[in-house]
């Protein structure tokens, strides 16, 4: 297991690959999430942050849980943990419709997605 080392232009490729523009709409968002992976916090504090990034501020203008859906993806399979795809799912919906801004709250719900 490795620390991903993920960056902006690697976020807007994943929005891109996922069909949309890249076009961000809350840079200023990601850009918090992103630097605070330069304080050695655990991978799914970092990744949580991302993700509320993407699934609360809406850091793009389409595709926000699409992306972070494919980043989740990564960074469970670059840590070789295996996941339930429903569960995850659910877990991001959750996330968006009620507008979970905690951190801690997004790291249990994605927690909540591993297979155990």
């Not at 990601?30 to 850091?59: F, G, I, Q």
């Amino acid at each position: 297991m490795y620390k991903i080392n993920i960056n902006m232009k690697d976020i807007v490729r994943l929005n891109q690959e996922i069909g949309e523009k890249g076009q961000l709409s809350n840079r200023s968002s990601l850009e918090y999430a992103l630097s605070v992976s330069k304080h050695n916090k655990s991978w799914l504090y970092e990744l949580s942050h991302l993700v509320r990034s993407l699934l609360v501020d809406h850091a793009f203008t389409d595709g926000n849980k699409r992306t972070a859906l494919a980043l989740i993806i990564l960074y469970l399979d670059s840590k070789d943990i295996a996941w339930d795809e429903e569960r995850l799912i659910r877990a991001m919906h959750r996330i968006a419709k009620k507008n979970i801004n905690s951190v801690s709250a997004i790291m249990r719900e994605i927690e909540n997605a591993f297979k155990h």
